[in-house]
């Protein structure tokens, strides 16, 4: 397996963006430059945006992208199981994955994007990281590139409406450029991995499903 570090570095455009974030993706959009001009092209239109956008730009939409009448989630687990059993059992395996190669996931879950990102290169045996990357990573990311399709948005804000009453702002110029980090990791992905597309093209996310619930909790 070749070296594959650079998966810390592209955790960074996934984290909450700090005064640094424009540093980091630049360093992310370099490496992708050196060794995978295909997902630096898909990248490209992220990096322009966040090296123009203030500071509180950056903040709301990340927010509004991953937090708050979010788009989707960076909570893997939710994208692929949703509320099911099985995402308990990920966690678990999950937890045990970081504590055996000393990846701290700080206050967020083991599911985390950033923090499975991150584990790739510590983890010892390829067999069980290959299996990560097909069957969690690589699904629950080509999951949340749908969920930033119109008509997937479309279709949440119509919930969060419902409950809320109002949506909050976004700018139509740059609301899903999310969308192209996501695509640039799972060009990365094939790449390395060797991944073949699956036959059902129409997989969906169960991130729609998950606010659903969530929202119908909140009642409760």
């Known amino acids: 397996m070749k070296n594959i570090n650079h998966y810390a570095i ?3 455009l996934f984290e909450y963006p700090g005064p640094d974030f424009p540093d980091k993706v630049m360093k992310a959009q370099e490496v ?17 945006f966040i090296s123009k956008a203030t500071y509180r730009e950056r903040e709301e939409l990340f ?8 788009v989707t989630t960076l909570d893997l687990g939710y994208v692929v199981f949703g509320e099911d059993y099985k995402r308990g059992e990920l966690l678990v395996n999950l937890n045990r994955e ?19 990102l991150r584990l790739l290169p510590k983890m010892k045996e390829e067999a069980i990281r290959n299996e990560l ?19 997937n948005i479309e279709e949440k804000e119509k ?3 419902k409950h809320h009453k109002t949506l909050i702002e976004k700018s139509e110029n740059h609301y899903t450029v999310y969308q192209n980090t996501l695509m640039a990791l799972y060009s990365v ?11 059902n093209k129409q997989e969906t996310s169960e991130f729609l ?5 969530e929202i119908e909790l909140e009642k409760d």
């Open 10 to 12: 592209l955790a960074d």
């Open 98 to 116: 970081h504590r055996d190669a000393g990846n701290d996931c700080g206050t967020e879950l083991a599911d985390h994007l950033t923090n499975i």
């Open 133 to 151: 990357v097909e069957k969690v990573l690589a699904s629950a990311v080509r999951k949340m590139v749908t969920d930033f399709d119109p008509k």
């Open 159 to 161: 919930v969060y409406k």
């Open 189 to 199: 992905l094939k790449t390395d991995f060797d991944l073949v597309e699956p036959e």
């Open 32 to 48: 992708l430059n050196e060794k995978y001009p295909d997902a630096a092209n898909l990248l490209q239109p992220f990096t322009e």
């Open 63 to 70: 927010t509004r992208s991953f937090d708050v009448q979010a």
């Open 209 to 213: 499903k998950y606010v659903y619930t």
